[in-house]
C-alpha cells in the first residue's frame, strides 16, 4: 500500500514536471557562473574591504555656507563565491561623518554572521541596527552587498525592481555661488545638461545675481536649492514668485529644517514645488513631511543606501508626494547606485560624480542630459 502512494506520487510529481523543475535548480551559482563577472579562486564567505579615499573637485564647491576642494570618501568592496560588489561612503562636511568614523564603524560589521549575500533584508537591518546615525557608513555596506547581489543575478537594480529605463528625468548640473565671471563660465561649461541647478540662499542681491547671471548666457531650465538659506517665509515667497518668472521648475529646502509650519505655509502659497532635502533623510521622515513639502529629494548618504531609498519611493508615492534622488559629491559608484531608482523620480540631481577631476569607477552615463542606465548586472559600474 506505502509502495503504491510513492510511485502514484511520483506519477503525480513527473506529470506536474515537478521533478525535472526540482533537478534544475542544482546551484544557482553554477549556472550564473557566465556572468563574466565573477574571478576564479571563490570562497562561499563574504569578506568587507574598504579605503580611504579624497575625490579633487574639479572647482571650489561653495554652498550657502561652506566651501571646500576636496570631499573625503571611503571605498568598499564586499567579495564572495568570486564575485565583487563596489561601495562607497562619501562624507561633505555637513553630514557630520569622517573617514575616521566610517573606518571604525566599518570594523564592526560582522558579515560572518550571514551564509549569503542574499539575505540582504536581515544583513542590513544588522547593518542599520550597530549604530543610531552613521547614514554614509551604512550605505557603502548596502551598496556594495546590492552591487554583489545584482552581479551574481546578472542583472541591474533597476530591472530587479522593475523599473523602466526610459523614463529616467534629465540630471541638473550645479553651478556654485561665485562671482560673475566665474558664473558666467560655468553656465557655459553646464550647456551639455537639460538643467541647471543654483544654489541659492545668501542674500537677495547676490541670489538675483547668480540668476540673472546664469540668465544672461541661456534659458535652460533652472532647479533652486536655497540649502536652508531663507529666513523669512514672506521673503521667501516674494523670491519663489520672482523665480517663476525665470523658468524655474523647482525650490528645494527653502528654509530651515526645523520650520515646518512656515513651509506648510510656503507650500501651500508657492507657484513652484518645494521639496524637501535636509528636512528629509529618512523613511520614517517622510510621513511628517505630507503636506508641509510636495515632494522629497532621496539621497542615499542619508537614507543609508538602496535598499531603504527603493522603500521611500514607495512610501513617497503611496503618500502622493514627489520625488527627486540627489547626491552628495561622489564617485560614479554611488552615482550610479543612486541612479537605480531615477526611473521613478521627477528629477534628478546625479553630478556629483561630474565635479571630481579623479574618478576611480565607469558607470552610468548622461547622453543628452538624460540619465542612461545600462544593462549591466548589480549598480552597472567597472573600476577604471
Ligand atoms: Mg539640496
Given at each position: 500500500m506505502k509502495e503504491t502512494i510513492t510511485s502514484s506520487r511520483r506519477d503525480f510529481l513527473k506529470r506536474a514536471g515537478i521533478i525535472t523543475a526540482a533537478a534544475a535548480v542544482i546551484n544557482p551559482f553554477d549556472l550564473l557562473?557566465?556572468?563574466?563577472?565573477q574571478k576564479k579562486g571563490s570562497s562561499k564567505k563574504m569578506e568587507l574591504t574598504f579605503r580611504t579615499f579624497d575625490a579633487q573637485m574639479r572647482h571650489v564647491f561653495t554652498i550657502a555656507n561652506s566651501s571646500r576642494t576636496t570631499t573625503p570618501i571611503v571605498l568598499t568592496e564586499i567579495s564572495y563565491d568570486g564575485f565583487v560588489g563596489y561601495g562607497e561612503a562619501a562624507m561633505?562636511?555637513?553630514?557630520?561623518?569622517t573617514q575616521a568614523s566610517v573606518i571604525e564603524f566599518l570594523k564592526r560589521?560582522?558579515?560572518?554572521?550571514?551564509?549569503?549575500?542574499?539575505?540582504l533584508q536581515d544583513i542590513l537591518t544588522y547593518v542599520d541596527s550597530i549604530?543610531?546615525?552613521?547614514t554614509a557608513a551604512k550605505a557603502s555596506v548596502d551598496i556594495a552587498l546590492h552591487d554583489l547581489v545584482g552581479k551574481i543575478m546578472g542583472q541591474p537594480w533597476w530591472k530587479i525592481w522593475g523599473?523602466?529605463?526610459?523614463?529616467t528625468p534629465c540630471t541638473s548640473f550645479t553651478v556654485g555661488l561665485d562671482k560673475e565671471d566665474v558664473v558666467k563660465e560655468k553656465t557655459k561649461e553646464a550647456s551639455p545638461y537639460k538643467v541647471i541647478k543654483v544654489k541659492l540662499g545668501r542674500d537677495e542681491a547676490t541670489d538675483k545675481m547668480m540668476v540673472n547671471t546664469i540668465r544672461s548666457v541661456t534659458d535652460t531650465t533652472i532647479c533652486v536649492d536655497a540649502n536652508q538659506g531663507w529666513k523669512d517665509k514672506y521673503y521667501a515667497l516674494e523670491m519663489i514668485n520672482w523665480l517663476n518668472e525665470r523658468n524655474v521648475s523647482m525650490i528645494e529646502q527653502?528654509?530651515?529644517?526645523?520650520?515646518l509650519d512656515e513651509t506648510a505655509w510656503l507650500t501651500e502659497r508657492s507657484p513652484l514645488p518645494i521639496i524637501a532635502d535636509e528636512a528629509?533623510?529618512?523613511?520614517?521622515?517622510?510621513p511628517k513631511l505630507k503636506g508641509a513639502y510636495h515632494g522629497i529629494n532621496i539621497k542615499l548618504m542619508k537614507c543609508t543606501g538602496m535598499r531603504e531609498a527603493r522603500e521611500m519611493v514607495s512610501l513617497a508615492k503611496a503618500l502622493h508626494m514627489r520625488l527627486m534622488v540627489g547626491c552628495m559629491t561622489e564617485t560614479s559608484c554611488a552615482i550610479s547606485a543612486a541612479a537605480q531608482?531615477?526611473?521613478?523620480?521627477?528629477?534628478?540631481?546625479?553630478?556629483g560624480n561630474l565635479?571630481?577631476?579623479?574618478?576611480?569607477y565607469k558607470g552610468m552615463t548622461v547622453v543628452d542630459g538624460k540619465i542612461t542606465l545600462s544593462?549591466?548586472?548589480?549598480?552597472g559600474i567597472e573600476k577604471l
Open positions: 557562473a557566465n556572468t563574466g563577472y561633505p562636511p555637513y553630514l557630520g561623518e560589521v560582522d558579515l560572518s554572521r550571514f551564509s549569503s549575500p542574499f539575505e549604530t543610531t546615525n552613521n523599473f523602466n529605463s526610459a523614463t527653502p528654509m530651515s529644517k526645523y520650520m528629509c533623510q529618512r523613511l520614517t521622515d517622510i531608482i531615477a526611473p521613478e523620480t521627477e528629477w534628478a540631481d546625479l553630478d565635479l571630481i577631476a579623479n574618478d576611480v544593462d549591466k548586472p548589480g549598480i
